[in-house]
């Protein structure tokens, strides 16, 4: 069980949105920035944004971030076959003292 | 180019030991905090330990506190982790990231570099 609840799983149509979220509590989320990263199998899981919503160099701007309280969200748009993967958000918990991830969300462009 | 590499995976029996390294290059080393995440088979990713830029903070995952111990040579440009009393549950693929804060344990904690990893299975 992940200290961080993400859907399992999300789906859209090519060129379509979708959006990913990720609920906490004030412990991580609510007082911590959030991150969230690209996995796809067998290679480095790759970073999307930071500090809840900054995009590394490189990022599209397809790619968005957003907190409120203790829930964070990941939104992608214009979707591409390539944005087939695993997301996952994580940040600080404070109380654990320890890093936390979301249980992960496998994303399908139908 | 800013580059990770683990090394050091293989096959061990339950209880016995494994000592993972990852080597830095393309960056200054000893200013960045390194973290130890891990992903076991069908599962998703797992956070396991981060050390300070100097050494001198840790933090670990209740799974495996007490039998890792992350460490880091910077003047190697290597982190370590030795893995003891393994169970079949740290079967995993280990990968070394980097924290592009100094100190371990902020607010501001995310991962913007990753190596591929290194597997490890834990098996009689």
């Known amino acids: 069980q992940s200290v961080l609840t993400q859907p399992p799983s999300v789906s859209a149509a090519p060129g379509q949105k979708v959006t990913i979220s990720c609920s906490g509590s004030?412990?991580?989320?609510?007082?911590?920035?959030v991150s969230w990263y690209q996995h796809l199998p067998g290679t480095a899981p790759k970073l999307l944004m930071y500090e809840n919503n900054k995009r590394p160099s490189g990022i599209p701007d397809r790619f968005s971030g957003s907190k409120s309280g203790t829930s964070a969200t990941l939104g992608i748009t214009g979707l591409q076959t390539g944005d087939e993967a695993d997301y996952y958000c994580g940040t600080w918990d404070s109380s654990l003292s320890a890093g936390v991830f979301g249980g992960g969300t496998r994303l399908t462009v139908l | 180019q800013v580059q990770l590499v683990e090394s050091g995976g293989g096959v061990v029996q339950p209880g016995r030991s494994l000592r993972l390294s990852c080597t830095a290059s393309?960056?200054?080393?000893?200013?960045?905090?390194m973290d130890w995440v891990r992903q076991a088979p069908g599962k998703g990713l797992e956070w396991v330990t981060i050390i300070s830029y100097d050494g001198s903070n840790t933090y670990y995952a209740d799974s495996v506190k007490g039998r890792f111990t992350i460490s880091r040579d910077n003047s190697k440009n290597t982190l370590y982790l030795q893995m003891n009393s393994l169970r079949g549950e740290d079967t995993a693929v280990y990968y070394c990231?980097?924290?592009?804060?100094?100190?371990?344990?902020?607010?501001?904690?995310?991962?913007?570099?990753w190596g591929k990893g290194t597997t490890v299975t834990v098996s009689s």
């Open positions: 393309g960056f200054t080393f000893n200013i960045y905090a």
């Open positions: 990231a980097r924290d592009p804060n100094a100190v371990a344990g902020t607010g501001y904690y995310y991962m913007d570099v």
């Open positions: 004030s412990s991580n989320i609510g007082n911590n920035y």
